[in-house]
Structures are given as C-alpha cells and as structure tokens.
C-alpha cells in the first residue's frame, strides 16, 4: 500500500512555475550573505584552537548524517521506492541549513561553533555535497539492484555543474559577506539581526510558495512524506546529539552540533533538482526511460518546512532547560 502510492507519487508533475530555480538561486544567495555577516577571521581562529567541537561536528554532518540515512533507508527499503530514497540523501548530503545559526543562538548554543561549522560545511559543499551524493546514491542503488527494486543503472552526476552552481549559490555570497562584514562593521551591525529574520521568513515563504500550485498533490500524499521526514530528521538531531555525547563535549557546543546536523540546506537540494543542466529532463522525467523523480521533490521539499518547525521546537527545548 504505501509503496504503491510513493510510486505513484514519483510520476507526479510538480508545477513550479517559470523561473523557480532562479529566484531559489537568488534567494539563498541572499541568505548566504546575511550568514557571512556573522562570520569573521576571529571567530574561525578561536574555535580552531580548540578543534575537538568543530571536527565531531563536521564528520557527523559529512559522514554520520549520510550514514545514518543509509541505515534508515535499508530498515524501510520494502516500504521506499528509489526516487524517495535518493530525496533522503540528497538532503543528507547538502551543508547545513540558513537557519541554524538563529536556532543556536535561541537555543543558548555556542554561535561561534554554529557559524564555523556552517562556514566550514557551506565552503566545502562544491566538492562534499556531490561526492557524497554520488558515493551513498550508487551503494544504494547496488542494494537496490540486489532487492530488485532498481529503478536507475547507475547514478550519473555532472560534477563539474554541481560544483559551478553551489559555488555561485554558496561560495560569492559567503566571501561578499565576509567583505562586508569586514569593511563596513557599523553597516553589518544594523543589518545583522534583520537578516536573520529574513533568513527564516523568506526561506519559509519560498517553500510555502512552492507547495501552494500543488497542495491538494500534497494533501493526497502528506501522510507518508510527513512520517518519513519526522523520522529522518528526528534521526539527524539524534545523529548530532549522541555523537557530541560521546565525545563529552560541552553542553553548549552539544546543543549547536545537534542542530547544525539536523537543520540541512534542503533549499540548495530543490535548487539542484530544478537545475535542468544537473537533472536533465530527458533523463529525470521522461516517460520514454520511465524515470521520474517526483519523490525527490516531494522528500526535499517538506524537509524544508518540517525542519523549521522541529529546529524551532528543540530550540525552546534547549533554551529552558539545564539538563541538556
């Protein structure tokens, strides 16, 4: 039953209107930039001294998460269908989300973990995000093949216009940013805190306005896209606090890692679907090859309103308590 409709759901024609991807673009360009004002050359040399809470960080976004995700898709494999599976790690391995570094702070986290750790992902994403996506897409696809559920031979990844499209998107906005911050500190003062409400408003809006055209698809299709995401990133939050758990590391630095993993940029995995010269149409959505990547859509999509909503949720979690 649940199969069945996720199947469906893979051939569904998603309207987005003329121009999504590049408004998308601009958007997170712009959020780029309002995260870049927080990040100065001080605050990545102070964490680097004491490299423990970054590095866990790190390997947890760029190897636990993917990881993690794997897992759930061979534990729910007889219930997926591929395209839903590949969504998942698509948005396993895109950088942390714009959004985090409000959370962190709301959530009485160390900021300057969060926004190193947000730099560190966003700068290295060009390279990390496909690899990752290329190396656990294929592994899956393998099992898949074993499972008889493969739908794609091979995943093929233009690495090259992955790397040109989340460096323009990601890369210029981060370094203007940095500029910015640097030469016009007063200005950057100002503006500071109106970016990070823009960050969450325009992020929401933008995603909202995507889900609109096609609601009654989603309303028909929610359930299981919403019990799916609940999971994952539930998992993703998890991921980041058992891991900094182990690794015994502070409280505050606990609370930012948690949700840094947990908080993804599923804005740059729906720029990366809607980009034709990365996910070519005639391969993608093409009746003739009987691809059709509805389900990737549908996964990131969600991930993008639901993870707002849990983020914000834990925030208040960990801002009243002082237990975790």
């Known amino acids: 039953m649940i199969k069945e409709q996720l199947s469906s ?15 998308m673009s601009i958007v997170l360009a712009l959020i780029m930039f309002g995260i870049a004002l927080d990040i100065k050359a001080e605050t990545l040399r102070n964490i680097f001294v004491k490299p423990k809470s970054i590095i866990t960080g790190v390997c947890l976004q760029w190897f ?19 395209m839903v599976c590949l969504g998942m ?3 396993a391995s895109c950088p942390g989300g714009n959004i985090s570094n409000f959370m962190s702070s709301f959530a009485k986290g160390n900021i300057e973990l969060s926004v190193s ?14 690899f990752n996506f290329w190396a656990w897409g294929n592994l899956y696809l393998k099992f898949a093949s074993l499972t008889g559920t493969l739908t794609i031979p091979q995943l093929e990844i233009p690495f090259s216009e992955i790397f040109k499209t989340v460096f323009v998107i990601l890369g210029i906005p981060i370094i203007l940013g940095m500029l910015f911050a640097h030469y016009l500190p007063a200005v950057t003062a100002k503006i500071k805190k109106p970016f990070s409400i823009f960050s969450i408003v325009v992020f929401a809006v933008m995603v909202l306005g995507m889900f609109i ?37 502070p409280r505050i630095d606990r609370r930012s890692i948690t949700i840094e993993v947990g908080i993804q940029n599923s804005g740059l995995g729906l720029t990366l679907l809607l980009n034709p010269a990365i996910f070519k149409p005639e391969m993608w959505n093409n009746p ?25 949720t834990l925030a208040t979690i960990f801002r009243k308590s002082n237990k975790v």
Request: proline share 4%.
């Open 64 to 82: 636990g998460l993917p990881l993690v995700t794997f897992i759930i898709i061979m534990i729910f494999n007889n219930w997926l269908t591929p």
């Open 89 to 91: 790690l698509l948005v």
């Open 213 to 249: 055209p096609n609601w009654q698809m989603f309303i028909k299709y929610i359930i299981f896209i919403f019990i799916l995401v609940l999971i994952h990133n539930a998992c993703a939050f998890g991921t980041g606090f058992v891991g900094a758990t182990l690794m015994k590391l």
């Open 117 to 130: 750790m947000t730099a560190v992902s966003t700068v290295f994403a060009p390279v990390i995000t496909p």
């Open 9 to 23: 759901l893979d051939q569904v024609v998603l309207n987005f209107g003329g121009g999504t991807g590049l408004v």
């Open 288 to 312: 003739e090859t009987g691809i059709f990547y509805g389900g990737m859509l549908f996964v990131t999509a969600w991930w993008g309103i639901w993870h707002i909503i849990s983020g914000l």
